[in-house]
């Protein structure tokens, strides 16, 4: 009898993620938090130590006709520290593992870290580490980052209680529609070389796909402002699936306002330009790198009149009903996307 097969795709990402940490035990009370959140916290005495690792590969995550390698660099990066700022820490080094096939040179490589090194002395963290080998053809870069934060501080997915106001920073869908604007770009490059890229126009938008930023800016004045956050989780794959993660994690369902969502004015244009709806690239495009927590009602106070923080909706619970009321006042339900990669 042939050996049973069954597709990774029918399972989807967090099915995958659910089953590995399903068949996972934890042996050392240092472990404080395994799979299941941002980064994983580790009781290092008076404060936790954080660990997080992300891979970038090429021709899934990136597309070298339009992604300069100085900007993969500073990515690659990004993504990590944001990881630890979802934590509510601070990220201290990076280890770097690269895998570079002979189709790159000495400059490409380079480039690679000039964008390294240029995030690395922005958000303050050191290189530290890691690992070379040669790739048959792409390019893959993985980073893991390290970092801390005071053990009463460190915020979970899973602290939020019944009634909590759902915050986000920034505005969302943008880099979605940047990598549309970079992809309709590069067709258009294809069929007529002469063509030069139209970017300008679309500048705020590309460079949200290209070069996005860990928002370690929010996350330093809520500590220096002592802001108790119930739970956070930073936003890379797409509003919709990240409030999914949040509910879950903390045992409760969401309630959202669609017109409460942050969506910049360039994003909303190009996304009606692509016939795409402005809400959905905010909810499924993904990539934004903002941040998504949650503060107790008696909280609000403190916030309300913060410029770069939005208000949402609140949770609620009953964790099997996770809804958005439409600018219409429809209620719809919010359905986890991810898995763009399978
Ligand atoms: P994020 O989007 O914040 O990077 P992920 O969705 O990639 O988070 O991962 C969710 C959780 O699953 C994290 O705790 C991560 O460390 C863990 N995880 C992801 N892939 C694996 C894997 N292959 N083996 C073990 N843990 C994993
Ligand atoms: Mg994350």
């Known amino acids: 009898m042939a050996a049973e097969r069954t597709e990774i795709a029918g399972l989807g990402e967090f099915g995958l993620i659910d089953r590995i940490k399903s068949s996972t035990t934890i042996q050392n009370l240092t472990s404080l938090k395994g799979i299941g959140d941002d980064a994983a916290v580790i009781d290092i ?7 997080s690792t992300d891979m970038l590969l ?3 995550h990136f597309d070298l006709s339009y992604m300069p390698l100085q900007h993969l660099g500073y990515k690659a ?5 944001s990881d630890i700022a979802a934590m509510n820490g601070k990220p201290e ?7 570079i096939s002979n189709r790159f040179s000495l400059e490409a490589v380079d480039m690679l ?14 290189l530290v580490g890691g690992d070379t080998t040669s790739s048959a053809s792409g390019l893959v870069i993985s980073v893991t980052v390290i970092g801390r934060a005071a053990k009463d501080k460190t915020v979970l997915r899973s602290g939020a209680k019944a009634n909590d106001i759902i915050c986000v920073t920034g505005d969302l ?7 549309q604007v970079l992809e309709r770009e590069k067709e258009v490059f294809q069929t007529n070389p002469e063509m030069q890229p139209d970017l300008e126009k679309y500048e705020y938008l590309v460079g949200r796909q290209l070069k996005p930023e860990a928002r370690m800016d929010v996350i330093h004045e809520l500590i220096e402002k002592n802001i108790p956050l119930t739970s956070m989780i930073d936003i890379s794959d797409g509003l919709a699936s990240e409030l999914l993660h949040l509910g879950k994690s903390s045992g409760l369902g969401i309630k959202i306002f669609e017109d409460k969502i942050p969506i910049d004015s360039l ?3 190009t996304s009606v330009e692509f016939k795409i709806d402005p809400t959905t690239a905010a909810l499924n495009g993904g990539e934004d790198y ?7 009602p008696s909280d609000f106070e403190l916030l309300k009149n913060h410029p770069d923080i939005h208000f949402i909706g609140h949770t609620h619970n009953n964790p099997n009903q996770n809804v958005m009321i439409s600018k219409i006042g429809t209620v719809v339900p919010i359905q986890a996307q991810g898995w763009k990669h399978f």
């Open 58 to 60: 090429e021709g899934i």
């Open 290 to 296: 903002e941040l998504l927590f949650t503060i107790k």
């Open 77 to 81: 990066v990004a993504v990590n520290v």
């Open 173 to 179: 869908g943008a880099a979605y529609i940047g990598l």
């Open 113 to 126: 870290y000039e964008g390294i090194q240029a995030a690395c002395k922005n958000y303050k963290v050191d």
């Open 267 to 269: 994003t909303y244009d």
């Open 45 to 51: 005495g008076t404060e936790n130590l954080l660990v």
């Open 93 to 99: 080094q990076i280890v770097i593992g690269l895998a």
